[in-house]
């Protein structure tokens, strides 16, 4: 640790807590607290969704994966950018329209049910905390790697940075943190990925013939199946990544923060062209990685790897782009988690209080208050379930998260969108069918429990084989809705024309 590594650090985190300060003053009625006041423009909204999408699993995780598995490594690149194609044409504009501040708002157009809300609340709250976790175990690794103090005190200290975020500034704050984090992010990214070219002359194919004897892998490092040993492992992953942005609360959260569905639309198309070119800089944050720092070295800063671009960072730049680059790390993770904690604290604070407990008639006050005891809550949950996933790989959790948000939220907000028959019962068979699928699955998977000693929170044979169950658990959700609406006889075809003409249109009437 040296006064560079402690200045730029502090500077950067010094500047969001500046954002942060500024932004308390503005956030004065829930509106502000939980969608910036709806005053976001398509640029602004765009950088602050890729700002959320790009997250510890993005910058340490992806590069990680790469520089230890390779090919294998880079489907977590294709699957979050493909991802937005999903959202792009399926779900932005009908969520924006329909849609108030939370997910449960846009289900509930179509159907007024206080179960319901509840069901989506319980699905927003249990992503927001898998995707917490690690977001956490990135902040504690990197933390510790640049001070050289503890897991859980590095964890404890984000958790307590992220927690004054959300309490004081809300959306605003949020979005303009993220903001400026995705241009540091995207700035850092750049930097490296050039110096990396440098040292093969501006020649890929000499980068590709080097990462062939770059690590102990020899020429299978280019080539899948490295560390997805069984296909079908390698498909479910996908499925999750491809589907579940699409059904991530604090990513949905998002189009509301913008007028109207045109801007929503422009947001995604802003956040795509940033996410796709930082997603193929990846590459070479990996392959730099394998090449300049070295395989054992990566492990031994991290087990899952997750040190390997600031590792790459100081190799290539020494302190100073090392220090830029684990300043901008922290403070992509103190953003991303602050959005988290905001959109489970929206899930409780708004529909479970505010919607069902004091039946639409809670106060701008007093849902204020219920957010902030509530965004406690969700921290405090993520950093003592973080403490036991140390040894994860960030990038992999977050495909955990992907995988429920796909099989428990996306089949219900298609199936509201699209489907005149689908009724109440389906959209809660939909959530709940989905979620307990792939918490049961992922809970008794090599994830949880592996032969390994130190692999994973318990050590035995999992019961269930695969790393990922979304190619069980999405076709579970969208099988739980289809079955819930033809078994039950409700149906209302007029309230279906309603929201069919809002979800195009955003016409809500007189």
């Not at 796709?276 to 070479?284: E, R, S």
């Not at 992509?332 to 929206?346: H, Q």
Request: proline share 3%; aromatic share 12%; hydrophobic share 55%.
């Amino acid at each position: 640790m040296n006064a560079t590594v402690i200045t730029l650090f502090l500077l950067i985190v010094g500047a969001t807590l500046l954002i942060t300060y500024y932004a308390a003053k503005r956030t004065k009625t829930t509106g502000d607290f939980y969608t910036a006041g709806g005053g976001l423009t398509g640029w602004q909204n765009g950088l602050a969704i890729a700002g959320d999408y790009l997250s510890a699993a993005s910058f340490l995780g992806i590069a990680g994966a790469i520089a230890l598995f390779g090919f294998d490594g880079f489907f977590y690149s294709i699957g979050y950018l493909v991802a937005y194609l999903v959202v792009l044409f399926l779900v932005a504009e009908p969520l924006r329209n329909l849609g108030k501040y939370t997910l449960a708002d846009m289900i509930n157009a179509r159907f007024d049910a206080r179960k319901v809300r509840a069901v989506a609340a319980l699905s927003t709250i249990t992503i927001v905390i898998f995707y917490m976790i690690a977001q956490l175990v990135g902040a504690g690794a990197l933390i510790q790697l640049l001070f050289g103090i503890d897991y859980w005190m590095a964890v404890l200290l984000v958790g307590v940075m992220m927690t004054i975020y959300v309490l004081f500034g809300g959306m605003t704050a949020t979005s303009w943190v993220q903001i400026t984090k995705a241009v540091l992010l995207m700035l850092g990214t750049v930097v490296i990925a050039f110096l990396v070219l440098l040292q093969f002359n501006f020649n890929i194919m000499e980068m590709f013939r080097e990462a062939k004897t770059a690590t102990s892998h020899g020429e299978s490092y280019l080539n899948p199946g490295l560390q997805y040993t069984v296909p079908l492992d390698t498909i479910s992953l996908m499925v999750a990544l491809v589907l579940g942005t699409a059904g991530l609360p604090h990513i949905l959260m998002r189009f509301f923060t913008v007028k109207d569905a045109k801007t929503a639309r422009t947001s995604v198309v802003t956040a795509t062209w940033v996410v796709g070119i930082f997603y193929i800089l990846t590459i070479f944050l990996g392959f730099g990685a394998a090449a300049f720092v070295g395989e054992s070295r990566i492990l031994q800063a991290n087990p899952a790897g997750n040190m390997a671009a600031p590792l790459l960072a100081e190799a290539l730049g020494g302190d100073l782009l090392m220090s830029f680059v684990a300043a901008v790390a922290f403070a992509t993770i103190l953003a991303v988690v602050a959005g988290l904690v905001l959109s489970g604290a929206s899930a409780f604070a708004h529909d479970i209080y505010g919607q069902i407990i004091k039946k639409g008639k809670a106060t701008d006050q007093q849902q204020m208050v219920a957010a902030r005891y509530a965004s406690l809550a969700v921290a405090v949950s993520s950093i003592l379930l973080a403490l036991f996933a140390q040894n994860l790989n960030v990038a992999f959790l977050v495909s955990l998260a992907f995988c429920v948000a796909a099989s428990a939220n996306l089949p219900v907000i298609l199936y509201t969108i699209y489907w005149k028959r689908f009724n109440t019962s389906g959209a809660i068979s939909a959530m709940l069918s989905g979620l307990l699928t792939a918490v049961i699955l992922v809970s008794i998977s090599p994830n949880v429990i592996s032969p390994e000693a130190g692999a994973a929170i318990f050590q035995g044979d999992p019961i269930f084989p695969l790393t990922n169950p979304a190619i069980i658990s999405v076709p579970v959700g969208f099988l739980g809705g289809l079955l819930g609406t033809i078994l039950s006889k409700e149906y209302d075809m007029e309230r279906y024309m309603e929201v069919k003409v809002r979800a195009n249109t955003g016409y809500r009437g007189k």
